[in-house]
């Protein structure tokens, strides 16, 4: 029992901060409340319609999809600039096709229309 002891300590601390945190903000908060703090949008500007009433295209969807793939696929070029010393000219290969399949991926998609979204 005596190994799981830092993992109690560490759970005790994570709550206590969690509660110290939340009263700290529940002091020193703003206390009055305004109309403005409940609008959807404290630009200085009424909102035209409900947030609801306005839709988006699917190519905005697909847009976002898209940049989460290529941006979390280029993510692996850190660790492998890292490495590249020990991993020499195999790394390096391996590299070029990875990044020969993103750049065919990325050429697909363009040809496609898909990034043209405006």
């Known amino acids: 029992m005596e190994r799981y002891l830092p993992i109690l300590i560490f759970g005790l601390v994570a709550a206590g901060f969690l509660f110290v945190t939340l009263l700290a903000a529940r002091l020193l908060r703003h206390g009055s409340v305004e109309s403005t703090n409940l609008d959807p949008y404290e630009c200085g500007n009424e909102p035209e319609s ?29 660790p492998w600039a890292v490495s590249l010393d020990r991993l020499a000219w195999f790394g390096f290969i391996e590299m070029m096709i990875f990044l020969g399949i993103l750049v065919v991926g ?8 898909a990034l043209n979204w405006a």
């Not at 999809?65 to 280029?74: K, P, Q, R, Y």
């Not at 990325?106 to 229309?113: D, P, Q």
């Open 106 to 113: 990325y050429i697909y998609v363009w040809r496609r229309g």
């Open 50 to 78: 409900l947030a609801h009433d306005h839709r988006f295209s699917v190519r905005y969807y697909l847009l976002a999809v898209l940049f989460v793939i290529f941006d979390v696929e280029t993510v692996f070029l850190y």
